[in-house]
């Protein structure tokens, strides 16, 4: 490869023509999308939080 800087231009200049084409999303739709994964990204961690005390629980009532 004699000449990298020309192929990391290249590069460059078709993956800015890539995300030309691509749809992209409205502020308020990618304000809601994010407020809808942290809702059940809480939601997860509490329900996960909830068997892990369940059965900390259980184990150190019966087994210890």
Do not use: C, H
Request: aromatic content about 18%; proline content about 2%.
């Amino acid at each position: 490869m004699k000449k990298p800087f020309l192929a990391v231009w290249t590069f460059l200049k078709e993956a800015k023509g890539e995300l030309q084409k691509v749809s992209w999303l409205s502020r308020k739709q990618a304000t809601n999308f994010t407020i809808v994964v942290i809702a059940l990204s809480l939601v997860s961690a509490a329900f996960v939080g909830g068997w892990d005390y369940l059965f900390t629980f259980l184990v150190n009532k019966f087994l210890l």
